[in-house]
């Protein structure tokens, strides 16, 4: 995943100087939807050459939506760029913590994952991928 994730970050930074990307509210903002986009159409054709099934509902979700239940009313919901069993995923261009709304939201979501790895491009973050570990009573 690092390896797509570095690619299309590049490319993306590319296509944003060339003006080929569709703006948006920022210039990370933009290159991060692009690198999103592309690494999960990526990851879903992976899936689909060697059969393995993905999607709502299965252990293997990109870019489905996982509840959370836990609270009366209407259900919340958060979207990992992909999760395998109990480990969620995330590639993104910023820094995220355990204590960001979104990371907090996987976590209190009814898949109950373990953990979130972060994958951050090696241009902006050459430390590589990293894990956040469930807090205690979350």
Do not use: C
């Amino acid at each position: 995943m690092q390896k797509t994730v570095d690619r299309y970050y590049t490319e993306g930074v590319q296509k944003y100087e060339a003006h080929q990307l569709k703006p948006g509210i920022s210039r990370e903002n933009t290159i991060g939807k692009y690198v999103d986009e592309k690494t999960r159409l990526e990851l879903s054709r992976l899936y689909d050459q060697m059969n393995i099934p993905y999607g709502k509902g299965q252990n293997i979700t990109v870019n489905n939506r996982d509840y959370d239940t836990s609270q009366p009313g209407k259900p919340t919901w958060t979207v990992p760029d992909a999760r395998i069993g109990d480990v969620s995923f995330d590639w993104t261009l910023r820094m995220k913590r355990v204590t960001d709304e979104q990371i907090v939201g996987f976590f209190r979501a009814d898949s109950k994952p373990k953990g979130v790895v972060i994958i951050r491009p090696s241009q902006i973050y050459a430390k590589g991928p990293y894990y956040i570990a469930r807090p205690p009573g979350l």
